[in-house]
């Protein structure tokens, strides 16, 4: 059973899994947030699709013989040729547009000499295998190698010198066009030395458009994920109900080192400082922000900005140098872990409250119930008890920005891993 | 004048071919699990259909089971005892 809008992505998946005949039969979408009587309406109608009673098909599916199309051998034909050719450079663009290759702003068209010009920046070949990237678990995944991320480099406008970390990028497993039909975009975080190699920006402007390596190697991210996991196509592989404009770079910045008063990020996760690394975050959505820390109710005012984020997605506090310097001197935060303790402790709703969100019943519950801590332990509370809201593992914090004031940001985001950049030279 | 670029799209899996359970010709005296995904407000939905059957089809066992885990994940436990029980089973909601 499924719902109406998802048919074409429903028969894709089928198809990619080796049952191109399964049978389906659909109801109108939404079935969320619909009464029990509403719900039993959609099963004694019909199927939207076809017409047809739902239940007449529910039992012709499960009763009705295999046809001949259903039992015959099927042939699988996924060649994907090397060349893509056309009469003009201005109808090869259109090409990679139609072909949904493209962000839908102007690309720099991957020619071999380009190609060839963007794998200097790198000693690996250009068939090593870098990784397999998929729009969401469900999907299946692609596979590609160096050539193929240097293919989507040149066409973000990245320079050879960036590919070092668009290739961490893509090592990374991390799609930054992960298809949920929630609109998440993906977030970068680049630390250590090659911030200053490849000219990052880390102050004024440092996660807006004033940056050629900031706007290209999110860029080049967000393509190489799209065309390397097999498309980002609205209906198909892309299924974001609203969209997500952080989706265009993917929040790709560099770390304020110099002027925060922490150990960097890639430090608290594991690298030396010397070393670079490229820090990747999914499911962005959410973003609250305030000034300062005002001396008599920052507490509060964190409190609120907590509970104005949804439970599933753990807050990354992204945080002006002016801000982090008032989180040392106000709150006493010597450390990034100590505020992430705070940040944990303060972070609370009301049992029943909590366990009501979708999110936590479609994602939380299940995993409550199979006994996974520390939600198992929260099942039995009463309602009225205070309850985390995230795991204490899943709250980071990060510094950036050129000081123009304390601003900062609280962005509802997962990280995923820190990935080395200089293996990738 | 012919212009040549570089495919930039990944390399697919191979695809292997699932072949079709063979149906009963009739579910009466049978027994169908409707299978709750744990997607949005499925298990409303599926109790609804199991209803449906008690009202229109009480020769037809179908019983209302919800799968362990989130929706993305399998239960093979549960997959294994509608192998060996059950004749047939109807997955849903899903997207």
């Given at each position: 059973m499924q719902t109406d809008i998802f048919q074409t992505a429903v028969l894709q998946t089928a198809w990619a899994e080796g049952m191109p005949h399964e049978r389906f039969v659909y109801v109108p979408q939404?079935?969320?947030?619909?009464t029990a009587a509403r719900l039993r309406q959609y099963i004694d109608?019909?199927?939207?699709?076809?017409?047809?009673p739902v239940m007449q098909e529910v039992i012709e599916a499960l009763t009705l013989p295999l046809s001949e199309t259903e039992r015959a051998a099927v042939r699988f034909d996924r060649s994907t040729p090397r060349y893509v050719d056309a009469e003009s450079e201005e109808a090869l663009a259109r090409l990679f547009m139609d072909n949904h290759w493209t962000d839908y702003l102007p690309i720099v068209l991957p020619t071999e000499e380009r190609v060839q010009a963007m794998l200097?920046?790198?000693?690996?070949?250009?068939?090593e295998i870098v990784g397999r990237l998929r729009p969401t678990s469900t999907r299946e995944a692609w596979q590609f190698d160096v050539e193929k991320v240097a293919i989507n480099a040149v066409m973000a406008g990245a320079?050879?010198?960036?590919l070092p970390v668009i290739l961490a990028l893509a090592a990374?497993?991390?799609?930054?066009?992960?298809?949920t039909t929630s609109s998440a975009a993906s977030m970068a975080v680049v630390n250590g030395p090659v911030r200053h190699s490849i000219g990052?920006?880390?102050?004024?402007?440092?996660?807006?458009?004033?940056n050629h390596a900031n706007a290209t190697i999110g860029r080049a991210w967000g393509l190489l994920s799209q065309n390397l996991q097999g498309g980002s196509v609205p209906g198909q592989t892309y299924l974001?109900?609203?969209?997500?404009?952080?989706?265009?770079?993917?929040?790709t910045f560099a770390e304020n080192e110099e002027a925060?008063?922490?150990?960097p990020f890639h430090v608290r996760h594991g690298?030396?400082?010397?070393q670079s690394a490229v820090s990747v975050f999914g499911g962005c959505r959410a973003t609250a922000y305030i000034l300062g820390l005002r001396e008599a109710h920052w507490r509060e005012h964190v409190q609120n900005l907590l509970r104005g984020l949804n439970p599933h997605t753990p807050p990354a506090l992204i945080m002006d140098p002016i801000t982090a310097r008032l989180f040392v001197e106000?709150?006493?935060?010597?450390?990034p872990a100590a505020l992430e303790d705070w940040l944990w402790e303060h972070a609370t709703l009301p049992a029943g409250v909590y366990w009501d969100y979708q999110l936590i019943q479609n994602y939380v519950y299940p995993r409550a119930q199979n006994g996974e801590q520390p939600w198992a332990t929260w099942l039995?509370?009463?309602?009225?008890t205070l309850v985390p809201?995230?795991?204490?593992?899943d709250i980071h914090v990060i510094v950036v920005g050129g000081?123009?004031?304390g601003y900062w940001r609280m962005m509802g985001c997962n990280y995923g891993r820190t990935v080395p950049v200089d293996p990738w030279y | 004048m012919t212009v040549r670029a570089l495919n930039p799209m990944g390399y697919p899996p191979e695809v292997t071919q699932v072949h079709m359970a063979e149906r009963f010709d009739?579910?009466?005296?049978r027994r169908v699990y409707l299978v709750?995904?744990?997607?949005?407000d499925s298990d409303i939905f599926m109790r609804q259909m199991e209803a449906w059957f008690r009202e229109n089809r009480p020769d037809i066992d179908a019983r209302y089971v919800a799968k362990r885990g989130?929706?993305?994940?399998?239960?093979p436990e549960l997959f294994a005892r509608i192998r060996d029980e059950g004749a047939a089973a109807v997955v849903g909601v899903g997207h």
């Open positions: 939404p079935v969320m947030g619909q109608g019909n199927d939207p699709l076809t017409g047809r200097a920046g790198t000693s690996h070949s250009p068939q320079r050879p010198a960036y990374s497993g991390q799609t930054a066009r992960g298809s990052m920006n880390w102050g004024i402007g440092a996660l807006g458009p004033y974001g109900s609203m969209g997500n404009n952080y989706a265009y770079n993917s929040l925060s008063p922490w150990e690298l030396e400082p010397y106000r709150g006493g935060f010597a450390t039995d509370v009463p309602p009225e809201m995230f795991r204490r593992e000081e123009t004031n | 009739t579910l009466s005296g709750d995904a744990r997607f949005d989130i929706y993305t994940q399998p239960d």
